[in-house]
């Protein structure tokens, strides 16, 4: 089992950055795939960005294409998203995600989650 614990929320303006990290426990980080999902109010969870047990592969909601980055460190146990080019409807509520098996990149795929982090892009 895996605990996971997200910061670097907070305010930003819109055109701004951001860069959020998790941290998890446990010995075996590089056994479990990771991702960001976020939940903006009154809207479903939705996939983020995913990253691979090596770190090799990735995958992005459309959204955020181009924008954001997810990386992590397998000797640091932890995975960072870098929010750019932030825009208003960005604003959610951000959780990082872990699993061991494979699947899609639906919440229920994700067995463990962190107790999210606010993300506000405003003026």
């Known amino acids: 089992q895996v605990q996971l614990v997200e910061s670097g929320g907070g305010l930003v303006q819109p055109g701004g950055s951001l860069r959020l990290s998790c941290a998890a426990n446990g010995r075996t980080f590089s056994n479990y795939a990771m991702a960001w999902f976020r939940q903006a109010p009154g809207k479903e969870r939705e996939v983020v960005a995913h990253?691979?047990?090596?770190?090799?592969?990735?995958y992005y909601g459309d959204s955020v294409k181009g924008r954001f980055a997810i990386s992590r460190d397998n000797a640091k146990n932890t995975v960072s998203l870098q929010m750019n080019s932030l825009k208003p409807e960005d604003t959610a509520v951000y959780y990082c995600?872990?699993?061991?098996?494979?699947?899609?990149?639906?919440?229920?795929?994700?067995?463990?989650w962190g107790q999210g982090t606010q993300v506000t892009v405003s003026s």
């Open positions: 995600a872990a699993r061991q098996g494979y699947g899609d990149f639906a919440p229920h795929d994700y067995p463990y």
């Open positions: 990253v691979m047990r090596s770190g090799g592969r990735t």
